[in-house]
């Protein structure tokens, strides 16, 4: 019954491959997020959706499109991986765009 | 300015003291405030949000300084479970809801 999931939780692969990331809140959340923790720990917004609807986008590169299919849902898929690409990507959900409540995180990890 | 600076530390400190951390923010019209506790290799999780009047919840106490733009956290009888990195985060005040983030302030209690 966990409220903000995330998967995988782990993810390695080479530079130039594509991977998602799917993350899906069982809180009835309207908002969630994607933001990105490098290895400073540095805690950077890149995508907020609400009700399905993109409102922010944090001047992400192109190679980075999220995906809403329903308001409990949200993917990011990455292309043509680079090295800088190497963090944990967290998925959050908020009852009001206020408090975040966030999932394990996806740590990964480009070669 | 920075939107939202904190100091990175590390505070040690020994077990059973007080300790103070500040978060400074740039948006006067920022309207709430929330801190976040995240422990190593783990997801940032609400620990207490701050309002105009403060806040307090047992030995951690939160309190807001609007002329001078900053947030506080103090912890009393510091224990050793307290050891983690703090974030404050700020939403904005507009209608995107986009939260974001200080570096985090790292506390580690020492026996």
């Known amino acids: 019954d966990t409220a903000v999931s995330q998967t995988p939780k782990y993810l390695v692969t080479q530079m130039g491959n594509d991977k998602s990331i799917k993350c899906e809140q069982n809180l009835g959340h309207d908002t969630m997020y994607w933001y990105k923790q490098d290895s400073k720990k540095f805690l950077k917004i890149m995508f907020s959706y609400n009700n399905k609807e993109l409102i922010i986008n944090e001047t992400v590169p192109n190679r980075f499109s999220p995906k809403s299919p329903d308001k409990a849902h949200l993917n990011l898929h990455i292309n043509s991986l680079e090295l800088g690409d190497s963090a944990v990507y967290f998925c959050?959900?908020?009852?009001?765009?206020?408090?975040?409540?966030f999932g394990e995180g996806s740590r990964l990890t480009v070669l | 300015r920075k939107e939202v600076e904190q100091d990175p530390g590390p505070f040690n400190v020994p077990e059973g003291a007080t300790v103070a951390f500040n978060c400074t923010y740039s948006n006067s019209a920022s309207q709430s405030f929330f801190w976040y506790r995240q422990d190593c290799r783990k997801e940032p999780k609400l620990l207490m949000s701050v309002y105009s009047s403060g806040n307090e919840d047992g030995r951690f106490t939160a309190q807001l300084n609007r002329a001078s733009q900053y947030i506080s956290l103090l912890i009393r009888d510091s224990k050793l479970s307290d050891s983690a990195t703090y974030l404050c985060?700020?939403?904005?005040?507009?209608?995107?809801?986009?939260?974001?983030f200080g570096t985090g302030t790292k506390l580690q209690v020492i026996p």
């Open positions: 985060a700020v939403p904005n005040s507009g209608g995107y809801q986009k939260v974001t």
């Open positions: 959050a959900s908020s009852p009001s765009g206020r408090e975040l409540f």
